[in-house]
């Protein structure tokens, strides 16, 4: 298990917008699963509903994105000299909501590799329920 300070050290995302905790399993170069911590004190939930709060759909991708970047930072020499970019998103489907003290497991698979191109099938999921599924591709370049 990797914990946020080793996901500090791979990825340049900070709060608010980092949005993943730890890394719980991997291997190598082509599969994570990754947790993020759902808590209330997280700035969107007071506009992202008052009176209901729900994990807005396009962070949810974005956790499932950032865990993605991680298999390809951690397998290469130097990773703070890169960044990812997401460049496609395909198939992004929501299942259920994402609430305060929920635990999402992210799950992300390398299905395709060409140079510095990467094609990913990502899956979320809050107590063995799937919440949330996508495709997506990403480019690794130099900063």
């Not at 949005?19 to 700035?43: A, F, G, S, Y």
């Not at 329920?129 to 130099?142: C, Q």
Request: charged share 25%; with cysteine.
């Amino acid at each position: 298990m990797k914990d946020i300070n080793y996901i500090l050290k791979m990825i340049p995302h900070r709060y608010p917008f980092l949005l993943v905790d730890k890394i719980i399993e991997e291997k190598e170069r082509k599969e994570i699963k990754t947790l993020k911590n759902v808590t209330i004190n997280e700035p969107f939930f007071s506009g992202h509903f008052p009176d209901k709060p729900i994990m807005p759909g396009v962070l949810i991708l974005e956790s499932m994105a950032q865990s993605a970047c991680l298999i390809m930072l951690d397998f290469i020499e130097n990773p703070k000299n890169h960044l990812v970019y997401l460049s496609k998103v395909n198939n992004f489907r929501i299942y259920s909501n994402v609430i305060p003290g929920d635990q999402i497991i992210i799950d992300a698979k390398v299905v395709h590799e060409k140079l510095n191109s990467f094609k990913f099938e990502t899956t979320c999921q809050v107590n063995d329920k799937l919440i949330a599924k996508a495709e997506f591709l990403a480019t690794m370049v130099e900063r």
